[in-house]
């Protein structure tokens, strides 16, 4: 069954760590998002990717890093995490030529302490 | 630029109560109007949309119609479960846009038996 992946789900962290997220699909779509939601639910997009090789920051300032090597592989990383990186992150992917839908996967709860 | 308008939270509705989410956009053009939802722990899921004026979307009992004269897409249901309890966002696109979705702020929905 076709889908969008996140892992892990939930992650407690100290200060200064490392991470990465990951996202994956198996739709062989194109564009790529990760969105970070802020406890009032509101909606930032961080990054985007029209494909392999292609990523754009979005509206929100983010410290975070992404890459597109693969097509169904939309990691983002932190170098160095900080209490203010505390926030659930959404990946979502769209087909190119589609409809406007895009497709979530079941976000990435971050904790850093 | 576009921005979408969204009913303050949270709404608090008894089970079988009719249920409205109001709805406004500002954009250039004609988007594409989309109502998404988001259960508690799970990432958005498109509940429904409409892709041109006069359109009504409806999927599982909710309802929106897009209103070019007044540039609205109410989310309407005509008896709430509980089951129905989640945050509910608005959002437009329009096609071809690498960014695709804005989103609204959302909205808490809590339907009590």
């Known amino acids: 069954e076709a889908d969008i992946y996140q892992t892990p789900r939930y992650l407690v962290i100290g200060t200064g760590k490392k991470i990465t997220l990951e996202c994956s699909q198996t739709m062989g779509h194109d564009k790529m998002y990760w969105y970070q939601q802020d406890p009032g639910m509101e909606l930032h997009l961080i990054h985007y990717?029209?494909?392999?090789?292609?990523?754009e920051k979005g509206d929100l300032s983010s410290e975070s890093t992404v890459s597109r090597i693969r097509t169904e592989h939309f990691p983002l990383t932190l170098e160095s995490a900080r209490p203010s990186h505390t926030s659930q992150y959404l990946c979502a992917s769209k087909y190119e030529g589609g409809l406007d839908e895009q497709f979530f996967g079941p976000g990435t709860r971050l904790t850093v302490l | 630029g576009n921005s979408v308008t969204q009913m303050e939270g949270p709404v608090t509705l008894s089970e079988e109560a009719f249920l409205t989410i109001n709805c406004t956009y500002t954009a250039t053009g004609y988007p594409s109007l989309f109502w998404y939802v988001q259960y508690p722990g799970e990432g958005l899921q498109l509940l429904l949309k409409a892709t041109k004026a006069d359109d009504k979307g409806s999927n599982k009992g909710f309802e929106a119609t897009y209103r070019k004269e007044t540039t609205s897409f109410h989310l309407e249901k005509g008896s709430v479960q509980v089951s129905d309890s989640a945050v509910y966002f608005c959002?437009?696109?329009?096609?071809?846009?690498?960014?695709?979705?804005?989103f609204g702020s959302g909205t808490q929905l809590t339907v009590l038996p």
């Open positions: 990717s029209y494909g392999v090789n292609s990523t």
């Open positions: 959002a437009l696109s329009f096609s071809g846009s690498a960014r695709q979705l804005t």
